[in-house]
Nanobody, 124 residues
Framework: QVQLVESGGGLVQAGASLRLSCAAS????????MGWFRQAPGMEREFVAG???????NYADSVKGRFIISRDNNKNTVYLQMSGLKPEDTAVYYC??????????????????WGQGTQVTVSS
């Protein structure tokens, strides 16, 4: 059974930094494509960042230069380092795993497993 557990969300002021963690069990993150998505109230879930099996990364234009995705294979954990946070980054952030994982997919339909989400709120 694959489980993804996100943590690290919170309430911060604009300009602050946060690091989200996604701890995986039941499947190695090194054998998966891992993605971070977010969903604001009334909005569709949107791609934020992803990392493929080989370590290639991809980012949404809105977060390029501010967010960094990484993984620690020993801890079986994926991270999303967020800096320069803006109020428009406010959303529930979800971690997802793609069993194939050779490419970083931006469409959430390609992902097989999802975490429960962690709230990030950025005040102005």
């Amino acid at each position: 059974q694959v489980q993804l557990v996100e943590s690290g969300g919170g309430l911060v002021q604009a300009g602050a930094s946060l690091r989200l963690s996604c701890a995986a069990s039941g499947r190695a993150v090194s054998n998966s494509g891992m993605g971070w998505f977010r969903q604001a109230p009334g909005m569709e879930r949107e791609f934020v960042a992803g990392i493929s099996r080989s370590g290639s990364t991809n980012y949404a234009d809105s977060v390029k230069g501010r967010f960094i995705i990484s993984r620690d294979n020993n801890k079986n954990t994926v991270y999303l380092q967020m800096s320069g946070l803006k109020p428009e980054d406010t959303a529930v952030y979800y971690c997802a795993a793609d069993r194939i994982g050779y490419y970083v997919h931006t469409n959430p339909a390609h992902y097989d497993y999802w975490g429960q989400g962690t709230q990030v709120t950025v005040s102005s």
